[in-house]
Nanobody
Framework: VQLVESGGGLVQAGGSLRLTCAVS????????MGWYRHAPGKQRELVAT????????NYAESVKGRFTISRDNAMNTIDLQMNSLKPEDTAVYYC?????????WGQGTQVTVSS
């Protein structure tokens, strides 16, 4: 399974970005999909998780109401729509997938939010 993230960049506080994770390879057993972020000097944070089996979605408290995770079956992508961005959202964002947990990861995409 290969994952490639795109869509990161520099945005002003209050702005929006949409991250896309292109998934290829053997994905038939994949049930868990999500996005992590890692900022310098901070712990890695699980931002959003989507469970394909039952459609359940979880968000970190820090992004609830601002971020939306979704998947496109036809395009085999996992998106993260990020609105009302804050400087503290600055991080490298990684998408991950797996069967029961996160088994595969992308290389990450940088998101920088200026104040």
């Amino acid at each position: 399974v290969q994952l490639v993230e795109s869509g990161g960049g520099l945005v002003q506080a209050g702005g929006s970005l949409r991250l896309t994770c292109a998934v290829s390879g053997s994905t038939i057993s994949i049930n868990v999909m999500g996005w992590y972020r890692h900022a310098p000097g901070k712990q890695r944070e699980l931002v959003a998780t989507l469970f394909k089996e039952d459609g359940r979605i979880n968000y970190a408290e820090s992004v609830k109401g601002r971020f939306t995770i979704s998947r496109d079956n036809a395009m085999n992508t996992i998106d993260l729509q990020m609105n009302s961005l804050k400087p503290e959202d600055t991080a490298v964002y990684y998408c991950g997938v797996g069967v029961r947990g996160f088994d595969y990861w992308g290389q990450g995409t940088q998101v920088t939010v200026s104040s």
